[in-house]
């Protein structure tokens, strides 16, 4: 079992549409990272969390420490948005979670 | 904002030879450094961690003679896979911390095939 599970493994959405991707983990960590892969294969860090909620732009993160719990959301969702996120822990070592594939249709 | 150069973003090489890839911070001071790999479909692994004027942490499993990193200076870390099989194909990327608002700043990525 990965320290660090995400669901959905795939997501399909219309274009428009709210978008939630979870990501649980069992370790310890000192922050929880938000990523964005594109299809070629450049990473973006989105959100680095400790605590609380985060936004920016169309953007959402939020943390819940005690029940070791994250999400992302995507608010009126765009075909650009199509990549993997991939949520990770960092604490006394890296943590990567195997990521969420996001397709947004037209 | 913050920005690190990769190259190269893709190299095909032969079975037996060596590869550097390398990773520049612009307009920044990088002491730190990390290494990931990526197979198909997989999420990243990190390798090992780049420290300026030191030696590098690699992480359990990662062979230290195979993936050389150098980072002699606060500006360049590289990566050369020696003697590359095809096992070694791979996408390799590297990421400075704690660089502005997102905690990380990543590579754009290097494509590595090894025919």
């Known amino acids: 079992k990965n320290e660090v599970e995400q669901s959905p493994q795939n997501l399909t959405a219309q274009e428009g549409e709210f978008i939630t991707i979870n990501c649980s983990y069992s370790v310890g960590i000192s922050a929880l990272h938000w990523l964005q892969q594109h299809p070629g294969g450049g990473i973006v860090s989105l959100f680095m969390l400790s605590s609380g909620k985060k936004k920016h732009g169309r953007l959402i993160a939020t943390i819940n420490i005690q029940e070791k719990h994250s999400s992302l959301h995507i608010t009126a969702s765009h075909p650009r948005d199509s990549a993997v996120y991939i949520c990770a822990g960092t604490g006394n070592q890296f943590y990567f979670g195997t990521g969420t594939s996001l397709t947004v249709i037209p | 904002g913050a920005v690190v150069s990769q190259h190269p973003s893709r190299v095909i090489c032969k079975s037996g030879t060596s590869v550097k890839i390398e990773c520049r911070s612009l307009?920044?001071?990088?002491?730190?450094m990390f290494w990931y790999r990526q197979f198909p479909k997989q999420s990243l692994m990190l390798m090992a961690t780049s420290n300026e004027g030191s030696k590098a942490t690699y992480e359990q499993g990662v062979e230290k003679d195979k993936f050389l990193i150098n980072h002699a200076s606060l500006t360049l870390s590289t990566l050369t896979v020696t003697s590359a099989h095809p096992e070694d194909s791979s996408f390799y990327i590297c990421?400075?911390?704690?660089?502005?608002?997102?905690?990380?700043?990543f590579g754009s990525g290097t494509r590595l095939t090894v025919v």
């Open positions: 307009d920044f001071q990088a002491t730190t």
């Open positions: 990421s400075v911390p704690g660089v502005g608002h997102y905690g990380y700043t």
